[in-house]
């Protein structure tokens, strides 16, 4: 953990948080799935902020496109790796054994938990600088537009395109032991009534799933 803290540039005041973010829920119950739904958030702002001050002639759009390139599975999977956290990260004895200390969505999911905890640790300010660092040697330029979307982008420049607010997302429920749980997630649009749920085996697919699944909706039912 204390060289874990080097590389991180940030020594925690309640190390307890990043103790908590490197616990998958299949080693406890007192996991990091919350501090992931926190740095979630944090990442995505953070983010934002390094593309709109970096790509500042990109219209809103783009902006959005490249930012999910950033923040998908692939890139916050390699981005864990370099940090170390596959030396680090606290699985159950299934989990382990079945590789989850290799698997991506496991390792994406611990650095926003990082992120998350860094943020309550300290604040928006040094959390930001983290996501700042882990970023320096990642490419950002405005040709990663081109690369396809995902269903959350789309869904979420579907609704921008028409002035309405972003989707709600949910984690509903969960199945299967801890080591190999699917969830069940929902993606509601409150102006249009709408919701559809999907199902992954993390909650960021769940996510993916039901807002794939809210886009046929709205391919069948809304005018465009």
């Known amino acids: 953990m204390l060289a874990l803290q080097v590389r991180l540039q940030h020594q925690f005041l309640n190390p307890g948080l990043l103790t908590q973010a490197l616990t ?3 080693f406890s119950a007192d996991h990091n799935e919350r501090l992931e739904f926190l740095g979630d958030s944090v990442l995505g702002l953070a983010v934002a902020d390094l593309l709109y001050q970096r ?15 950033l923040v998908k599975q692939d890139t916050l999977h390699h981005l864990a790796v370099e940090l170390g956290l596959p030396e680090v ?15 991506p969505s496991i390792l994406a999911d611990a650095l926003e938990a990082v992120i998350g905890a860094v ?56 199945l299967g032991a801890a080591h190999k749980q699917t969830f069940d997630v929902e993606c ?23 807002a794939a699944a809210m886009l046929q909706t709205l391919r069948a039912k809304v005018k465009t």
């Open 24 to 26: 998958h829920r299949s």
């Open 119 to 174: 943020y309550l640790d300290a604040g928006f300010t040094p959390a930001q600088a983290l996501v700042q660092r882990l970023f320096q040697a990642v490419e950002i330029n405005p040709e990663m537009q081109a690369i396809g979307k995902d269903p959350k982008t789309e869904l979420q420049e579907w609704l921008q395109g028409r002035k309405m607010n972003l989707p709600l997302y949910r984690v509903v429920g969960t």
């Open 188 to 210: 509601e649009i409150t102006e249009l009534n709408f919701s559809e749920r999907g199902i992954g085996g993390s909650r960021r697919s769940g996510e993916q799933a039901a």
């Open 55 to 69: 790509l500042n002639t990109l219209p809103e759009g783009d902006l959005s496109r490249v930012r999910a390139n």
């Open 89 to 103: 990260i606290r699985l159950g004895e299934g989990e382990a054994r079945s590789g989850g200390h290799k698997r």
